[in-house]
């Protein structure tokens, strides 16, 4: 069974930045793709940006340019660097592996981001 465990969070201001990580348990990890989702109060979760096994990544439109994903695939971790941060970043930030409009493993707790003045 595949664990994931958010870290990372917390209250920044706005233009502030945080280094998110993902450590996942579990065999395959070098193989599939990864991705960061965010999930906001009474919004349904979205995913933010994903990385490839080679690297390559996507973003979603929001954050395109201030958030970066990579990943280190001997530590299996998936971090999330994230740069002039908005107010409306604020959201609890999770790891999974994309599958369609779904992820693949069970959901970790999350990370909590609060950017606010």
């Known amino acids: 069974q595949v664990q994931l465990v958010e870290s990372g969070g917390g209250l920044v201001q706005p233009g502030g930045s945080l280094r998110l990580s993902c450590a996942v348990s579990?065999?395959?990890?070098?193989?599939?793709?990864m991705g960061w989702y965010r999930q906001a109060p009474g919004k349904q979760r979205e995913l933010v940006a994903a990385?490839?096994?080679?690297?390559?990544?996507n973003y979603e439109d929001s954050v395109k340019g201030r958030f970066t994903i990579s990943r280190d695939n001997a530590k299996k971790t998936v971090y999330l660097q994230m740069n002039s941060l908005k107010p409306e970043d604020t959201a609890v930030y999770y790891c999974n592996r994309p599958r369609g409009s779904s992820a693949v493993y069970p959901w970790g707790q999350g990370t909590q981001v609060t950017v606010s003045s």
């Open positions: 990385i490839g096994t080679g690297g390559s990544a």
């Open positions: 579990g065999s395959g990890f070098s193989i599939y793709t």
